[in-house]
């Protein structure tokens, strides 16, 4: 099992938002959600769109290219073009720190 | 060359993410009421048409049913990124109609148009690309609907058979292609139903209201589309690649806004009633804006006359002569 990383500062995602982290090579969003924080991958599985500059609605990340939607909390991609699942990552709060692992 | 090196932007140069986000908010009321008109008005002109009947009226009459039904590519295209309405189902249902009346596949050209989306302007990858060094008889047949028509049977006659174009199977990820194919025999189903009721009944009616109208109506439609992208840098960058033209309220009504058609491209997933007021914000970072129509098509045709002409009319800035009036 991997260790935790340090990824980002909590007060600097708002609420319903989220922003892109680059750990170890790998590009991971990093959501707030109204319960809490949550990490998926950053690139969304169908065209290579950065999913940081897409908008949260409703527990789920639109992409910004062409809509396709996942959900937040699992991964899963609810809505064509998207139809491949983003992986999620495990993550915990220290302070005001964000960590994720990422197996 | 890699993805990234081809794949379009341009978003970020003209709006923070901030600034994007008030813009995004979808309604049902601006879909519904939007849908409404054009329906209202195609069963109008349908009335119209029949009335008309066994007179010289036939012509204006079929003429406006004509156009309205080529329209119909507005609701399509808007319910293919699913910004038409709030309510996901409804857009669903919506899409489902009028793709059945505009004759495309959905979930095929929703994969084609999220291709286009993807890799606007860049030749070998926009899967909309207009022909290298447009001919005179290209932009004919363009406008004609050929290409149109031929892509579009070969997609209605050939997927329920399962046999799908390879040069457009990079469009489809593999789990979708048996929903494509799917739902490919069920229009081949409907249709189907459609002439043999029609035949059974001894009823004109399909071929006069639809079948008829939508070949009619089809060049207007190609020739409001080739000012989208015709002449435009061939680059991924949407500010210069893309095209908005400005034009009247009847036409951006039923055109459901997409004359604002950079805009559109640059932040897609914003609904159609907010395109104008997008316009509003970012319209000087766009290069160019073609005014109306007729002179966007006829600086396309004086290019392909004197290639090289400027007959764009950009000055350096990529600017047209409206831009720089405005
Ligand atoms: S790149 Fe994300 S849905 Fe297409």
């Known amino acids: ?103 | 060359m890699s993805v990234e090196a081809v794949q379009a932007f341009g978003q970020k140069e003209v709006l923070t993410k901030k600034e994007y986000k008030p813009y995004i908010v979808r309604t049902n009321r601006h879909g519904l009421v939007r849908f409404a008109i054009h329906a209202g008005a195609l069963m109008a002109s349908g009335a119209a048409v029949y009335a008309s009947l066994g007179t010289w009226w036939i012509v204006p009459s079929m003429a406006c049913h004509a156009i309205l039904m080529a329209f119909l590519f507005a609701p399509v295209h808007e319910c293919s990124h699913r910004t038409a309405f709030r309510n996901r189902t409804l857009n669903e249902a919506v899409y489902w109609i009028v793709c059945l009346v505009y004759m495309v596949p959905p979930t095929f050209f929703r994969y084609a148009h999220a291709t286009h989306h993807t890799y606007t302007q860049v030749r070998g990858w926009d899967p909309d690309m207009l022909p290298e060094n447009m001919t005179l008889r290209d932009y004919v047949l363009f406008v004609l609907g050929t290409t149109f028509w031929r892509r579009n049977f070969r997609w209605l006659l050939f997927h329920p058979f399962g046999r799908i174009d390879p040069k457009q199977r990079y469009y489809l990820p593999d789990s979708e292609i048996p929903k494509v194919i799917r739902e490919a025999r069920i229009i081949m189903l409907i249709y189907a139903g459609v002439a043999a009721a029609a035949v059974y009944y001894g009823s004109w009616a399909p071929l006069i209201y639809w079948i008829v109208p939508r070949f009619v109506g089809e060049p207007y439609m190609r020739w409001l589309r080739i000012s989208e992208h015709g002449d435009c840098e061939e680059s991924p960058d949407l500010r210069r690649n893309t095209r908005t033209t400005m034009t009247n309220r009847l036409v951006r009504c039923f055109f459901w806004e997409m004359p604002y058609h950079a805009e559109h491209h640059l932040c897609p997933l914003v609904p159609f009633h907010a395109l104008s007021r997008l316009h509003e914000k970012i319209r000087d970072k766009l290069h160019p804006v073609g005014d109306g129509y007729l002179a966007v098509n006829r600086q396309v045709v004086g290019n392909i006359l004197s290639p090289g002409s400027g007959a764009m009319g950009l000055d350096e800035s990529g600017r047209t002569a409206g831009q720089r009036s405005a």
């Open chain 1, 1 to 103: 099992m991997s260790d935790w990383l340090d990824v980002a500062n909590a007060d600097d995602i708002d609420e319903d938002d989220v922003i892109q982290v680059e750990v170890e090579g790998q590009v991971l969003a990093i959501y707030r959600l109204e319960d809490g924080f949550y990490a998926t991958d950053g690139i969304c599985s169908h065209a290579e769109a950065c999913l940081a500059d897409g908008f949260v609605m409703d527990g789920f990340i639109e992409c910004p290219l062409h809509q396709g939607r996942f959900e937040i909390k699992t991964g899963k991609a609810r809505s064509a073009p998207a139809t491949e699942d983003l992986r999620t990552y495990e993550l915990k709060i220290e302070g005001s720190r964000i960590l994720v692992r990422l197996d």
